[in-house]
């Protein structure tokens, strides 16, 4: 019988732990890019236990990406001048044929009413067109007001996610302003309060994502194909959204706005674009906050309301101009009762 020598013996278990090894080694060191690249399934990533833990949102097959920014952005029209470092800034999600409400806004709370220690601007965010009218249009009203910010995708409303990721990029990386509001070209915002409210009462100033919150009911995902809010199990499977705040108004701070949009680049969009938001936030671990200082719906609000409410949903241009009329009037008649200065 052949003797083999122990210390022969002991070489071979050496190699061949070793050649073992490799193998494990490179699924160890490779990095998304190439992970993704390779079209590597999801059951790979549970022999790395150390790396960063993966969301079940996040794309693991090269095929359902994040939102691609760069996309969004045209080289072919001016953008907005924005100071950097402004407390506040307003975007205002807006058709492109709709001049007439933009035109409204303009002059009523949109437009400044004397010199304030709050320093805050409002942009209409806008898409592309097919219609040769409205885009000129568009180009006139840019050249008069320069507060368009168009962006490079077809303005549709199952598109509408897109625009909003594209206004806060822009906004995140050109003006750094404190906070964000999110809001729609048919809601009444409360200039007069708001900036005041942010600076002086406002004590959550980072990780800041506040609105009108939907009660779970209304947070079931919608899988009827016909509907508005039609979104299939391909590109969100929970049957529920997580809490989040409607797209009628909801503020954001900076930073929370800079995590959403590292989130967006990872999680595949879905065309509801305030629930997508709401999604990005519990990924980059920001809890929403709900208040009652945005009104889902315009009903008689008192006078001394227009003290409290930031933000009003559904305005005709005739009731923006008494919105208007009402904020600067409530902030002559409120002085006498006590302010409420919380976000409830
Ligand atoms: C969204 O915009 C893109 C880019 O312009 C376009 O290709 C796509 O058809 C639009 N999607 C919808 C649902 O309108």
Not at 203 to 229: C, D, H, M, N
Request: a positive charge.
């Amino acid at each position: 019988m052949a003797q083999v020598h122990p210390l022969y013996l002991k070489g071979l278990i050496c190699v061949s732990i070793l050649l073992s090894l490799i193998p494990l080694w490179c699924l160890l060191v490779m990095t998304d890019d190439v992970q993704r690249r390779w079209q590597l399934s999801s059951h790979f990533f549970l022999l790395q236990g150390n790396l960063p833990r993966r969301s079940r949102l996040q794309a693991l097959d090269g095929t359902r990406r994040g939102v691609d920014f760069p996309s969004l952005f045209t080289s072919s029209q001016t953008a907005p001048h924005c100071e950097p470092g402004q407390l506040l800034f307003i975007l205002v999600t807006s058709a492109p044929g709709n001049s007439e409400p933009r035109q409204v806004i303009r002059r009523t709370w949109a437009a400044r009413e004397g010199p304030t220690p709050y320093q805050w601007q409002s942009v209409f965010l806008v898409g592309q067109t097919a219609d040769v009218g409205v885009t000129q249009e568009i180009q006139r009203e840019q050249r008069e007001f320069g507060d368009l910010l168009v962006g490079n995708y077809l303005d549709t409303y199952r598109n509408l996610t897109l625009k909003v990721m594209h206004g806060f990029k822009w906004v995140a990386e050109r003006c750094q302003p404190s906070y964000i509001l999110k809001t729609d070209d048919d809601c009444f915002v409360n200039t007069d309060r708001l900036p005041e409210f942010l600076q002086e009462h406002n004590t959550i100033k980072t990780g800041l994502y506040a609105g009108s919150l939907f009660p779970r009911e209304k947070r079931q995902v919608i899988r009827e194909p016909s509907s508005k809010w039609y979104v299939s199990r391909q590109d969100y499977l929970p049957a529920e959204y997580p809490p989040y705040a409607s797209g009628v108004g909801y503020v954001l701070s900076l930073d929370a706005a800079q995590r959403i949009l590292w989130a967006a680049e990872r999680v595949h969009p879905i065309p509801v674009e305030d629930a997508y938001v709401g999604i990005l936030a519990q990924e980059a671990g920001i809890r929403v906050k709900s208040s009652a200082r945005f009104a889902k719906h315009n009903v008689r609000w008192r006078l001394c309301n227009y003290r409290y409410l930031m933000v009003i949903h559904h305005l005709s241009p005739q009731e923006q101009e008494v919105a208007k009329g009402n904020m600067l009037r409530a902030r002559r008649a409120c002085r006498g009762g006590l302010e409420v200065t919380k976000w409830k």
